[in-house]
């Protein structure tokens, strides 16, 4: 909902929201990786990042089929045989043994004039598909992102984790020491002390939890990132809270403008509206300019030539012309198809109200958490001080 916060400078806010459920404890760390650093490093090599923008790169590409229908198609082609017979007859018209060359060059070029302005809604559904490429381009980055940062804070709260349960470790084993002094000295019982070893065992096998639940979420971080999982580091300890700037009316403005899912949902549709044109063109006839031009070569080499013919042949040949086609029935298919596109269309336009709507109340849902959780922190640190 807040990707756009990021365009308009409030990176913070994007920030807040994925820390909502973070507690930020202290912790030392021999060396520390920031937030923006995993950003910075997930959007140079994650793949699904590579993959999106080649994807828009290939929808930005397809916009030249939009130009191409407004352009003629020109081909070429050429022609050499060799012909040899070996003719025996009674007749006096014998060739005896012959061979024929024959070489021919063509150019031809059709141009559609009209096609039912199938061409401009060709073109302009091209455009739209390379608009939607880059938002999808741009909401799989921004996905990415949210990932990597949800890797990377639940990386920093396994962390912490961690340092609370070896202090809870730490405090089960000076318990159980001091439970085998007072048994030594004739002052505790024996329930006491098994108790206080059953609680140090729990304690160390949540321990060996947690660190496999550290392991986890560092392979993870790494993932996203696209490292070897193996790879070692320890993210900074420190997780900065800033006030939130924007009101819940500047969100919701921003989200309903700039949300990379709600544009993409926006040029999907423009795009069913312009198939819905080319659907509808077939119910127009179509004119084309058909053009030719080629060169023909013939040479005749024999034992026997009738006096007075000709060995070789040239010849040139140019045609023009307009061609125009109509479809009056072909079994209901084109009637079939413009129902189709229209019914698409329509879903469409369903998909993106639905996506609108979730957004209005994700946005409302999300500012209302966030107000909570700020409480909640307050309260929460109020308790630290006490316990302390």
């Known amino acids: 909902i807040f990707y756009s916060i990021i365009r308009a400078g409030q990176f913070p806010l994007l920030f807040i929201v994925s820390t909502l459920f973070i507690v930020p404890w ?22 699904d990042i590579q ?13 030249g089929k939009g130009l191409a229908n407004f352009l003629p198609v020109i081909d070429t082609n050429s022609d050499l045989r060799y012909d040899n017979t070996n003719e025996n007859t009674s007749s006096p018209m014998n060739f005896g043994d012959s061979v024929v060359r024959t070489s021919d060059t ?35 980055i921004e996905r990415t992102v949210v990932s990597i940062m949800g890797a ?31 048994r030594d000295l004739g002052g505790s019982s024996s329930t006491d002390l098994l108790n206080a070893r059953v609680n140090y065992n729990n304690d160390q096998s949540t321990l060996l939890d947690q660190q496999l639940a550290v392991t986890i979420a560092l392979n993870e971080l790494n993932i996203v990132l696209a490292r070897d999982p193996l790879t070692q580091v320890v993210v900074k300890k420190e ?18 403008e700039e949300n990379s899912t709600l544009m993409t949902a926006r040029f999907d549709k423009r795009v069913a509206e312009e198939d819905v044109r080319i659907a509808k063109s077939v119910f127009w006839p179509r004119l084309s300019l058909n053009g030719n031009y080629g060169y023909a070569d013939r040479a005749l080499f024999g034992d026997e030539i009738i006096p007075g013919t000709d060995r070789k042949r040239h010849s040139i040949d140019s045609t023009v012309g307009l061609f125009l086609s109509f479809n009056v029935f072909n079994g209901n298919v084109d009637r079939i198809n413009f129902q189709n596109a229209r019914l698409d269309l329509l879903n469409r336009d369903l998909s993106l109200k639905n996506i609108e709507n979730e957004i209005t109340g ?16 307050k309260l929460e640190e109020e308790n630290t001080l006490t316990a302390q």
Request: hydrophobic share 40%; glycine share 2%; aromatic share 10%.
């Open 26 to 47: 202290a912790f030392a760390s021999p060396e520390e990786m920031t937030v923006e650093d995993a950003i910075r490093l997930g959007l140079k090599n994650n793949y």
């Open 51 to 63: 993959i999106a923008r080649n994807t828009a790169e290939i929808a930005d590409n397809n916009k």
């Open 106 to 140: 063509y150019l031809s070029l059709t141009w559609t004039l009209f096609d039912g302005f199938r061409m401009f809604a060709d073109k302009k559904r091209y455009d739209e598909l390379a608009m939607s490429g880059e938002y999808e381009a741009r909401d799989r």
């Open 152 to 182: 990377f804070f639940n990386l920093v709260q396994q962390e912490q984790l961690l340092d609370v349960i070896r202090d809870t470790l730490a405090v089960s084993k000076r318990r159980l020491e001091l439970e085998e002094i007072r």
């Open 239 to 256: 997780i900065v809270i800033p006030p939130l700037a924007l009101g819940y009316e500047e969100i919701l403005k921003l989200a309903q």
């Open 362 to 377: 994700l946005v409302r849902e999300t500012y209302t958490t966030y107000q909570k959780r700020m409480a909640k922190v």
